[in-house]
């Protein structure tokens, strides 16, 4: 799978938005952006995915660069149950279906 | 929303041992994965499922390692002579067929080797 760069952390207030980054300038025309999280304890959510249009879900917002070389997961108000590793993941086209897990961004929300 | 779902929550086993991990994957889901994740690691891809036979498989799914699929509903793992570091979480995934159907993930099975 195409490599992201993440921030290894990132912190954020309550109630404050969260804008987490993700570099993959090595995407291709195919490739997907896959976003997903995991929470203490629990296996990884899917969180919200998009090829080249920015896409809303009533988890989060994501927000694709137009050379989708980058793209932002925005967290529009955080709660303390935000507070996860959010992995960006490039979801190949073809007959790959898996996903390869990187090391993520640990964010956490101050109350 | 339909889940996945993985039985047992904790498993703890005698080295040597032969364990089976079980996944009731989203019923209109075609494709299962099995994941694993050794503590304070990354999330691990071991083995991909479709139409009853594998579609890929990591380095780490070597010949101790096998899945079926025994009925219409039910997904499994099987690790035939379990060792320490097998010692890990399993998760169990499932998707859709377009390619870029999101996984959805049970919470998995803490398995411990002793």
């Known amino acids: 799978d195409a490599k992201t760069t993440q921030p290894n952390s990132m912190e954020s207030n309550e109630e404050e938005p969260v804008h987490l980054p993700c570099n993959h300038s090595?995407?291709?025309?195919?490739?997907?952006i896959h976003w997903y999280r995991q929470l203490p304890s629990q296996g990884p959510e899917y969180v919200i995915h998009?090829?080249?249009s920015n896409v809303n879900n009533r988890m989060a917002s994501l927000a694709i660069a137009e050379d989708r070389k980058s793209s932002t997961l925005i967290l529009h108000r955080a709660t303390l149950r935000d507070a996860a590793v959010y992995y960006c993941?490039?979801?190949?086209?073809?007959?790959?279906?898996?996903?390869?897990f990187g090391k993520g961004t640990l964010l956490t929300v101050n109350p | 929303e339909p889940e996945v779902t993985q039985t047992p929550s904790h498993q703890v086993t005698q080295m040597g041992q032969e364990v089976i991990l079980r996944c009731v994957p989203i019923?209109?889901?075609?494709?299962f994965y099995w994941y694993r994740q050794i503590l304070g690691q990354k999330v691990e891809f071991l083995v991909s499922?479709?139409?009853?036979?594998?579609?890929?498989k990591s380095e780490i799914f070597d010949d101790q390692f096998s899945v079926e699929r025994p009925d219409g509903s039910n997904f499994t793992l099987k690790i035939r002579s379990t060792k320490l570091e097998d010692s890990a979480m399993y998760f169990c995934?499932?998707?859709?067929?377009?390619?870029?159907?999101?996984?959805?993930f049970g919470n998995g099975t803490r398995l411990t080797v002793t």
């Open positions: 995934a499932s998707s859709g067929t377009a390619y870029n159907s999101p996984l959805h």
């Open positions: 090595t995407i291709s025309g195919t490739d997907y």
């Open positions: 998009g090829l080249t």
């Open positions: 993941i490039l979801k190949e086209g073809g007959s790959n279906y898996k996903l390869t």
């Open positions: 019923s209109n889901h075609l494709y």
């Open positions: 499922f479709y139409n009853n036979e594998i579609s890929e």
